[in-house]
């Protein structure tokens, strides 16, 4: 009996011993962070520090969810049919035996065999001159890539600097540029580079450059229409009432938060680049010293009843490219725009 009385009182002072440490533990933290404790019980109070990590929390789930949206199988078909593109285009020498200059004019094979069957030395056969149509394949990778980023990102960079001042300043402003994209859309694109291609010369560079400002008034209209929606929202009036300068508030608080449709269009828009200047050089106007796919079919159609080949593959190409770009800007419309996920 005495020795469970004692170990009872063991048992007690252990605890309150431990009690006590734990209360002086307590008691030191709150004396530390007494400034920022005594608000805890005011009502909707919260820890500044607390707000913080779970704001970093949201940020990471977001992305999360951002990067779980985008694997789609659509839109990883696209990323594959753009890897596989870029893969050929980076890697041209190693995947062919022929360098550029014997597969593009001026130079002719000698003791060629035009629009010849596939065999082991042409696996896919060859085309007009001679030339084989695999080594074109490789080497128009580079030019279809070229071909889908400058154009795009020229008129997209044109659009997005007139269409914001457009919007922005309104008034005399916006009716001048706006007034200017009406009467630019009153010709036709095509023909205008038909026009002028032969007077700015027809190298590669100089197609692609006139290709890119000649669609920079399709952008400015369509940055100003997202620029009137940001514009109206109240960090903007906040910003012009603080007294931030005007390009601060068009290109620093406005343009970041309009992006998102400009850089899913961006990739749609590389999609019809590729065909666009596929469609210019199948009709002759394109630089022949450089290998691409629509050369490879205006070439095919000599003989298109005897050599199907010398047509299929640079179409099958131009197909993978296109609808790999627009896959991709597709997906990304899905991911980005809140409105498809309400």
């Known amino acids: 009996m005495d020795f469970a009385r004692l170990y009872v009182l063991i048992v007690g002072l252990a605890g309150a011993v431990i009690g006590i440490g734990l209360l002086i533990t307590y008691l030191t933290k709150w004396s530390e962070n007494k400034e920022r404790n005594k608000f805890y019980l005011i009502p909707g109070y919260r820890n500044p520090e ?12 977001s992305k999360r969810r951002l990067f779980r949206r985008l694997l789609t199988p659509l839109t990883i078909a696209g990323m594959m049919m753009i890897l596989f593109i870029a893969v050929l285009g980076v890697y041209s020498c190693w995947f ?20 010849a069957a596939p065999s082991p030395e042409h696996p896919l056969g060859t085309t007009r001159y001679a030339y084989d149509i695999l080594g074109r394949l490789i080497w128009g990778s580079r030019t279809a890539l070229t071909a889908a980023a400058l154009p795009v990102l020229i008129s997209t960079a044109g ?26 859309f009153a010709f036709p694109m095509l023909i205008l580079i038909i026009i002028l291609s032969p007077i700015v010369g027809q190298d590669l560079y100089s197609l692609l450059v006139l290709y890119g400002i000649f669609y920079i008034p399709y952008n ?4 100003r229409a997202l620029v ?33 449709p400009i ?12 065909l666009g200047f596929a469609s210019i050089a ?26 199907y080949w010398a047509l299929f ?23 980005l725009d809140p409105r498809l996920h309400i």
């Open 50 to 61: 607390f707000s913080a990590e779970e704001f970093e929390i949201g940020k990471i789930k």
């Open 96 to 115: 062919t035996q022929y360098p550029l200059q014997e597969l593009s004019r001026p130079y002719t094979p000698p003791g060629g065999d035009p629009f």
């Open 159 to 184: 659009g997005l600097v007139m269409g914001t001042i457009s919007a922005y300043f309104g008034g005399v402003v916006d009716s001048i540029i706006m007034r200017f994209c009406d009467f630019w």
């Open 220 to 223: 400015a209209r369509w940055t």
């Open 228 to 260: 009137l929606q940001v514009r109206q929202n109240i960090y903007v009036r906040a910003a012009i009432t603080g007294g931030a300068e005007k390009f601060k508030v068009m290109f620093r608080h406005i343009l970041p938060n309009a992006i998102s």
């Open 263 to 274: 850089i899913v269009g961006f990739f749609g828009s590389m999609g019809g680049a590729v």
């Open 282 to 307: 199948f009709l002759g106007l394109g630089d022949e010293t450089f290998a691409d796919w629509g050369t490879d079919i205006q070439y095919g159609r000599q003989a298109q009843s005897t050599a």
């Open 313 to 335: 593959w640079p179409g099958l190409f131009i197909a993978i490219t296109a609808i790999g770009f627009m896959l991709i800007g597709d997906g990304l419309r899905d991911a």
